[in-house]
């Protein structure tokens, strides 16, 4: 009976310990304490009641526990994910809270669905479309959109529109709405949290804050003084009219439930990597991505919204000491217990309290430093990142999304179609053949060219890297007899580049010179002899080092005494 449970059971329940136990139960009620008021306050990002963010978390944490690869990954209702949910839903809902409601479900179990396809299509190189700069743009969008998204709670005005400008006109317009005791309430609570991740990092801040501002609700009826409050929670899963959704919804959400996947594996896994390389951990993509769809169609199961993974609660429970997933299940555990035993006192949180939590966390995503390494690092990433955030503000979520990937895309066909290229000479006292620009004492073999063009060949940078060989050739005196490309890095070509490579190989020979190639491995030597260019060129004129093909031009040349350095 017992092997048959460890067959079944989670790679982490496999030499489980008593000692694993002391931390992984710890570590799960503080990462409680802190997605109870966080999930609350993600779900009204999503447009959902707070108790559709509790019961969607539970579900989320018990099937990533099960499912997962990464032993400290907190998976639930995230910022992102949830402010994609609302965009996606929102014009659809037609301002129907059931059918939004029953959207949701569906949209999560749409992003589930299509995350156990991709799996099985081993697509989880998908996590690799988005760039470093892509993402710290990306988030600070985010960041901005979490902010303004957040507005109506935390001063009762009313907000209206699509775009930012829409949004914070319609808040100036109705400014007269303020209230001025619940933007009080929320900037109390966002100062107390900043205060305390300021001065007392180990302190479950947002869980303070929230249960302060909740006592000071009950404690002085504030909610019969225009304080609005969360309200009675459900003890059970809500259960949405699915008989509300329309054929015709499914195909409106294919695009942002693709959207959300994306952006939803690429958090995961990104955050799990970084938490798994401090303990030489590895992570498995396609499970990862197996994981995610399944904790997907167990939100909607429970009747909640896309999931995603946290950042924060992640690094909350590695820096409690959290060793498994077990601590998924012991935070899931102490949620439900919340949900049974501590209902009026959720009831009573205010809203402007978690809109503040929102503020929280949009202040937290925002990476000034970030912004500023890729600055020292290179202009280019720095761009890219405030493209990205541009794209975010202007074009939307889920748009904005699928320009960052573009972005990510261009800026990596931008530099392999113009890569560097280097003239290669023999260096003193220094081994090896090297850029004659970075090493100005370099000497060139006379006779001979060796050309480095630092990319792999095709259709993008074929011509550019024609009329660069050809601009070496004409400045070279004199004039070589030989051509020798250093194709280290080309490790294929396409049917462009081959063609090139023909009309070079052409154009030397009727120039009475020698086009030979070195550092050829065996994948691009199977595309030249599939081109015909091994003839053409001539096998011998194909080497599998840089020393050879200069030692083979020294033989040629009549000077094979002259040594090799």
């Not at 001063?155 to 007269?176: C, K, P, Y």
């Not at 801040?205 to 929670?233: E, P, W, Y």
């Not at 555990?333 to 929102?358: H, S, Y």
């Amino acid at each position: 009976m017992f092997r048959r449970v460890e067959r079944v059971a989670p790679p982490w329940w496999r030499g489980y310990t008593r000692a694993d136990l002391r931390h992984d139960v710890p570590a799960g009620v503080t990462v409680a304490a802190y997605l109870i008021p966080q999930v609350m306050a993600y779900a009204q990002v999503a447009g959902l009641p707070p108790a559709a963010g509790l019961w969607a978390a539970v579900a989320a944490l018990t099937v990533y526990a099960v499912l997962g690869s990464s032993p400290q990954l907190s998976v639930g209702p995230e910022s992102t994910t949830a402010l994609m949910t609302a965009a996606a839903l929102g014009p659809l809902a037609a301002g129907s809270p059931d059918r939004y409601a029953a959207l949701a479900v569906l949209l999560a179990a749409m992003v589930g669905t299509i995350c156990l396809i991709a799996s099985a299509a081993r697509l989880g190189a998908l996590a690799d479309l988005l760039s470093k700069p892509v993402l710290v743009g990306y988030l600070a969008g985010v960041a901005v959109l979490m902010t303004v998204g957040q507005l109506k709670n935390v001063t009762r005005v009313t907000v209206e529109g699509e775009s930012i400008a829409e949004q914070l006109d319609s808040l100036w317009g109705n400014r007269d709405q303020l209230h001025v005791p619940t933007l009080a309430l929320a900037a109390a609570v966002l100062v107390l949290m900043l205060a305390l991740q300021r001065w007392r990092p180990q302190v479950p801040g947002a869980l303070v804050a929230v249960l302060g501002a909740t006592a000071v609700v009950a404690l002085f009826d504030l909610d019969r003084n225009g304080i609005a409050v969360v309200g009675s929670l459900p003890g059970s899963p809500a259960s949405p009219d699915l008989g509300l959704v329309e054929s015709d919804d499914i195909r409106l959400l294919i695009a942002p439930a693709i959207g959300l996947a994306v952006v939803g594996f690429t958090d995961n896994v990104l955050t799990a990597r970084a938490f798994a390389s401090r303990r030489n951990q590895t992570i498995d993509g396609g499970r990862e991505l197996a994981a995610l769809g399944a904790a997907n169609l167990g939100a909607a199961t429970a009747g909640g919204f896309p999931v995603s993974s946290s950042g924060s609660r992640t690094a909350l429970g590695d820096a409690v000491g959290s060793r498994t997933q077990f601590h998924s299940l012991a935070a899931a555990a102490t949620v439900i217990l919340t949900l049974v035993l501590l209902r009026d006192v959720l009831a009573d949180f205010p809203v402007a309290a978690l809109g503040a939590l929102v503020l929280y966390a949009a202040v937290r995503l925002v990476e000034i430093a970030e912004f500023r390494y890729l600055n020292r690092f290179r202009r280019s990433e720095l761009l890219l990142a405030l493209a990205t955030t541009g794209a975010v503000l202007t074009l939307g979520v889920r748009d904005g999304i699928l320009a960052a990937v573009v972005l990510s895309l261009a800026d990596l066909l931008r530099r392999v179609a113009r890569p560097h290229d280097a003239i290669q000479g023999f260096v003193p006292n220094l081994a090896g053949m090297h850029d004659v620009d970075d090493y100005p004492d370099a000497e060139l073999v006379p006779g001979l060219l060796v050309y480095r063009y630092d990319s792999p060949l095709f259709f993008a940078n074929a011509e550019n890297f024609h009329r660069r060989l050809l601009a070496a050739l004409r400045g070279t005196e004199p004039p070589p007899r030989w051509v020798v490309l250093n194709v280290e890095a080309m490790v294929e070509i396409d049917v462009t580049a081959a063609e090139v490579l023909a009309r070079l190989h052409t154009e030397l020979s009727a120039q009475g010179v020698v086009l030979a190639m070195a550092q050829v491995k065996q994948d691009l030597r199977r595309d030249l002899d599939a081109a015909g260019l091994t003839d053409r060129i001539g096998a011998e004129h194909l080497f599998p080092t840089l020393p050879t093909a200069v030692a083979a031009f020294r033989v040629d040349e009549g000077t094979s005494d002259t040594p090799v350095r």
